[in-house]
């Protein structure tokens, strides 16, 4: 059974249907022009939909997005060496998570992570490609991509991801492994790494 309708009148003696919950919004702002103080307090706490928006300074909402994105320039890698890519471009950056340019990847707050790994390959259809996540403390398993290249015509991009819990302070490095027995060019733009915290 639906409810009868509550009304309220103001001291002009206009009724306020609160039943009709589409016209809330506008019964609201208008009782807020013309009614006591009293009366809208009764108006808030009949209804309890009347609501302004939370209250930051005595502890509402105030989640904060914690991350960052950084791409690499061109980089040689030199032949059946781990290498660390150095981030240099930053589309954005909530923490000082990279000094940049800089290979360090600095934990701002313990938590869990996300993180993702990219990285563009020059065109040489020799050997074998890697990138991998690594930590100064976590002793592993890391998040790790191997991949055959494409044919030396097209370039190849290969990209790794996971969930880590860091903490403050720990440094994470994104490094790329090669062995076509000579330099290879990972290539700018299309070489970046994310990160973002999700939650302790």
Not at 89 to 105: H, K, L, M
């Amino acid at each position: 059974m639906t409810p009868e309708p509550f009304h309220i009148l103001d001291a002009r003696g206009k009724s306020f249907r609160l039943g009709e919950l589409r016209r809330l919004q506008e019964e609201a702002a208008y009782a807020r022009a013309v009614l006591p103080v009293g009366a809208i307090t009764q108006l808030q706490s009949s209804v309890g939909l009347v609501q302004g928006p939370p209250d930051i300074s005595s502890g509402g909402n105030t989640s904060t997005f914690v991350g960052a994105s950084y791409y690499a320039g061109d980089e040689s890698i030199p032949n059946n060496s781990s290498t660390p890519l150095t981030w240099s471009v930053q589309s954005f950056d909530t923490s000082g998570f990279v000094t940049a340019p800089s290979a360090n990847i600095v934990i701002p707050q313990d938590g869990k992570y996300l993180l993702i790994a990219q990285v563009e390959w020059d065109g040489n259809g020799t050997g074998r490609r890697s990138i991998f996540i690594s930590s100064n403390i976590n002793p592993g398993p890391y998040p790790t991509s191997y991949v055959q290249p494409l044919p030396a015509t097209y370039a190849t991009i290969q990209q790794c991801s996971g969930m880590l819990s860091l903490v403050a302070g720990e440094i994470v490095q994104v490094s790329v492994l090669q062995d076509t027995g000579g330099s290879l060019t990972a290539i700018n733009f299309n070489t970046l790494f994310s990160i973002s915290l999700l939650g302790d």
